[in-house]
């Protein structure tokens, strides 16, 4: 998927604002990229594991 980076922000100012308004905290962590498609399953794994810690109910958003 292409975007610019304008777009890119106002989805993020869109998200972030979505987030605030049902209270929850919003952390933002750079990801460094991953070459091999091993590494690239643990990446994703790991972040699913980390959204759900502590979370009441999860939403994944997409364009």
């Given at each position: 998927?292409?975007?610019?980076?304008?777009?890119?922000?106002?989805?993020?100012?869109?998200?972030?604002?979505?987030?605030?308004?049902?209270?929850?905290?919003?952390?933002l962590v750079p990801?460094?990229?991953?070459?091999?498609?091993?590494?690239?399953?643990?990446?994703?794994?790991?972040?699913?594991?980390?959204?759900?810690?502590?979370?009441?109910?999860?939403?994944?958003w997409s364009a």
């Amino acid at each position: 998927m292409k975007l610019s980076v304008s777009e890119a922000k106002a989805q993020l100012t869109e998200l972030v604002r979505r987030a605030e308004a049902r209270g929850a905290v919003v952390r933002l962590v750079p990801v460094k990229p991953v070459a091999d498609r091993r590494s690239r399953c643990a990446l994703r794994e790991a972040v699913r594991a980390s959204r759900l810690v502590g979370a009441k109910w999860t939403k994944t958003w997409s364009a």
